[in-house]
């Protein structure tokens, strides 16, 4: 996504004064008459993002939408950011944690995943011989994931298109 306060050099609490004035002296930098050859393309472009940022950053409701636009972007890129710092620590501290964060975030959000991540906590336990020990959170999870089961099967049972196949993963 173009950041436009790049574009027109101004700061993101900017007025719609400033914008302007900011959009004016850019305009009269970068006009394309005042370019020959290769260098005008390159202007012409760039006078195509200072227009398209100036029409954004005029209006406020688009200056609302792409500000929102903005943070969010800004926001995943930190999550991004801490992510590849938490794998690189885990990669100092395991051969394969690369690969097992890889498998872990894409398990994350499906229901697939939700029911690896059950069983993976129980064979965590089984491992390390604290079976018997369960965690309030670990019972709790379990719990959900028997409830999500139980209601996506009630679900796919009143559609008709779908009620031969729930029949059929009945073992009874």
């Keep these: 996504m173009k950041n436009y306060y790049e574009i027109l050099e101004v700061n993101k609490k900017a007025s719609k004064e400033i914008i302007e004035k900011a959009y004016r002296v850019l305009v009269k930098k970068y006009h394309p008459d005042l370019y020959v050859g290769e260098k005008r393309n390159d202007v012409e472009q760039r006078m195509r993002d200072i227009n398209e940022a100036y029409r954004i950053l005029s209006d406020a409701f688009l200056r609302e939408q792409y500000d929102t ?39 994350v959000g499906t229901f697939m995943g939700l029911v690896d991540v059950t069983k993976e906590l129980f064979r965590q336990r089984a491992r390390n011989k604290q079976k018997k020990e369960l965690k309030r959170e670990d019972m709790i999870a379990a719990g959900l994931t028997l409830v999500i089961v139980i209601i996506l099967g009630i679900i796919l049972w009143c559609i008709p298109e779908t009620k031969g196949f729930i029949r059929s993963l009945i073992p009874f």
């Excluded at 938490?86 to 975030?105: F, I």
């Design 69 to 107: 636009e903005l943070e969010k972007e800004e926001r995943s890129y930190q999550f991004d950011r801490n992510t590849q710092n938490t794998m690189s620590q885990k990669r100092k501290n395991t051969k394969n944690s690369v690969q097992e964060e890889a498998v872990r975030r894409h398990k």
